[in-house]
């Protein structure tokens, strides 16, 4: 009798649950965040035709806050390309948003399993066992939360990976129209986020691993394949002119954070992204010091494939190198890097396993060590799952929250087109009030001096704003236009 194969069962019904899961956990309304509003701006932009006006005003705002890596001037174009389409149809709506960002994940968890099983990189229950372990980790399910590039981003950099292994294993039938394919999906990975650029360098390398490594002498598929090798970095940048001609490129004020990077930066981020791997991504695993040596085996695993996975190594090797140099090190960062440690831990935990002899012991710890992690993971996942319905009407403190739109409203209906306004998230004011905003922090002059109205949110002291209430009461230059729960505006008079 012939054996069943559960695998494709199984797959499906993880990726249904993760979907599921994802939508439980939605919350109404949308954090401060502020990355948010300027994506969502940009896709605005889009179909308003005011793309250049946008980074004009954008730029006004992050050379005059007090803050200088407040922003870039613009985000790259593919996520609010993206976003496009959703706005055009449904406006504002914050659920059509997370949705995307849901059917991002689940997708990039599909692909990630497609590229292991086309490539046999795992065996099938391996192959589940790792998109089970990822999908269910919280950080992702929360991250879909927010209206951001970096789901997209993963989903994107894995259909990348997919195409490059693709491209490097195809005879040359069609080999032009897949090289040119490539570049097309380098690059729009590339405009979602710049650290794309990564994806470029993983294609170098697994092309020089094949000049050197893979082709021999007389093979008909290099010679016909000069060409074709070279014509993802020529569409790629062919496409990235063609974008520059039709919508600006602001995404290169990033290289001015140049001057926030110091000798020491790399040691500092490295051990900040070490315990964000620890407290969230792995979720405080149970038995102390298990991380250091998930760790320790992710490397002996990432070494044992160094040949057969170089794409992947060169891919996560620059991230790291990238990420240990940035000067900011928000969670998110490690979306991508996640997988890729999650994927060599396998392999060191296979390598361990085969090393050993098969020897029971170090298997069943393998196999022990994966469901920590797993169940680690659904029980975070449930748990936050549990909690998120039993306050699923409330909205989150944000821009969507009734006292923010109060305050907006009143931004909008009394205040001038040309006013400048002091908010602590000045992209989010821009967007909702298509008022110029400044985020200032330093002193109560720099407000007067460069802005006409401040609006103080209560309950933030001093994170990027200045304290009145309570402070400058008697102080004629701020008159009190406006009060409620969560904001007061204040006019800046003249002397």
């Known amino acids: 009798m012939k054996k069943i194969n559960y695998i494709p069962f199984l797959k499906y ?24 509003s300027l994506y969502i701006h940009q896709a605005e932009s889009i179909l308003e035709g005011t793309s250049n006006d946008l980074a004009l005003k954008n730029k006004f705002t992050v050379e005059n806050s007090s803050f200088k890596g407040l922003s870039p001037v613009l985000y790259p174009w593919s996520f609010p390309i ?17 949705l995307l960002e849901v059917i991002f994940l689940v997708s990039a968890l599909y692909i990630i399993f497609l590229i292991i099983k086309a490539n046999n990189l795992l065996s099938l229950k391996y192959n589940l066992f790792f998109i089970t372990i990822t999908g269910f980790n919280i950080e992702y ?12 981003f993963l989903l994107f950099s894995f259909i990348s990976l997919y195409y490059i292994l693709k491209f490097l294993k195809t005879p040359n039938k069609n080999a032009w129209l897949q090289a040119v394919f490539l570049g097309f999906i ?36 290099l010679q016909n394949k000069h060409l074709p090798f070279i014509l993802p970095y020529i569409t790629a940048t062919i496409l990235y002119f063609i974008l520059g001609l039709k919508l600006p490129m602001g995404f ?4 001015s954070y140049e001057e ?6 790399p040691a500092l981020n490295l051990e900040i992204y070490f315990n964000l791997l620890k407290e969230k991504m792995f979720g405080n695993l149970v038995i102390p010091y298990i991380i250091h040596f998930i760790l320790w085996i992710a490397v002996v695993g990432l070494i044992s494939r160094l040949k057969k996975d170089i794409i992947f190594v060169t891919y996560l090797l620059f991230l790291v190198a990238l990420f240990s140099i940035w000067p900011f090190t928000p969670l998110r960062f490690l979306y991508t890097v ?13 390598f361990i396993t085969k090393c050993s002899k098969q020897n029971f012991f170090v298997k069943y710890m393998a196999l022990f060590i994966l469901w920590i992690c797993l169940s680690t993971n659904i029980i975070k996942t449930f748990s936050a799952t549990y909690k998120s319905q039993s306050n699923s009407n409330n909205v989150v403190f944000g821009p969507e929250s009734i006292e923010s739109k109060e305050m907006f409203a009143f931004i909008k209906t009394n205040t001038q087109e040309q006013d400048i306004i002091a908010f602590f998230k000045p992209r989010v004011m821009h967007f909702y009030t298509d008022r110029v905003s400044l985020a200032l922090s330093i002193n109560r002059d720099e407000i007067i001096e460069k802005t006409a109205y401040y609006v103080e949110t209560k309950g933030m002291g001093t994170y990027l704003q200045v ?11 701020f008159k009190n236009m406006f009060s409620n729960s969560k904001f007061n505006i204040y006019k800046i008079e003249d002397n």
């Open 82 to 98: 993206l976003l496009t389409p959703a706005y055009a149809i449904f406006g504002l709506n914050f659920f059509v948003f997370k």
């Open 260 to 265: 926030l990077i110091s000798w020491g930066t």
């Open 338 to 350: 996640y997988p890729f440690i999650l994927y060599f831990l396998i392999h060191g935990l296979l």
């Open 186 to 221: 380098l690059f729009f990975s590339f405009s979602i986020r710049t650290e794309g650029i990564g994806l470029f360098f993983a294609l170098l390398v697994g092309q020089i691993q094949y000049l050197f490594f893979v082709y021999k002498r007389g093979d008909s598929v």
């Open 141 to 152: 399910l929360k991250a879909t939360n927010n209206v951001l590039s970096d789901i997209p």
């Open 252 to 255: 290169t004020s990033h290289f």
């Open 467 to 477: 304290p009145i209430e309570n402070r400058y009461v008697t102080d004629n230059r």
């Open 13 to 36: 019904f993880v990726l249904i649950t993760i979907f599921i899961l994802c939508l439980l956990n939605l919350h109404k309304g949308h954090n401060w965040g502020g990355d948010f």
